[in-house]
């Protein structure tokens, strides 16, 4: 098992941009699909984005496509920099892990690790 810890998040204007991180530790990090989702408010968990465990494979979903880059390092962090936000992006937005799995986990029973979650706000 993997433990996954979220930050970045925060109060954004429209069009502006912020860089999720998350940290994992507990297990080794380098094995883990890496997957982001969010929940707006009275909405359910929804798939953003994932990257496979090699790294070398990513996949978003429709509506950050363009505006979203899903990314990890070898110091056991997944980042996720959104731009162009609007105030339909608000939410919780949540990193997950999967060992193994690959980049079209984009279910979140695909995922058996959950960070608590970083809240994003963009005012309309």
């Known amino acids: 098992q993997v433990q996954l810890l979220e930050s970045g998040g925060g109060l954004v204007q429209a069009a502006g941009s912020l860089k999720l991180s998350c940290a994992a530790s507990g297990d080794t990090f380098s094995s883990y699909t890496m997957g982001w989702f969010r929940q707006a408010p009275g909405r359910e968990r929804a798939f953003v984005a994932a990257?496979?465990?090699?790294?070398?494979?990513t996949n978003y979903a429709d509506s950050v496509k363009g505006r979203c880059t899903i990314s990890r390092d070898d110091k056991e962090t997944v980042y996720v920099q959104m731009k162009n936000l609007n105030p339909d992006n608000t939410a919780i937005y949540y990193c997950?892990?999967?060992?193994?799995?690959?980049?079209?986990?984009?279910?979140?029973?695909?995922?058996?690790?959950w960070g608590q979650g970083t809240q994003i706000t963009v005012p309309s």
């Open positions: 997950a892990a999967r060992e193994y799995g690959n980049n079209f986990f984009v279910a979140t029973t695909d995922y058996d690790n």
């Open positions: 990257i496979s465990w090699s790294g070398h494979n």
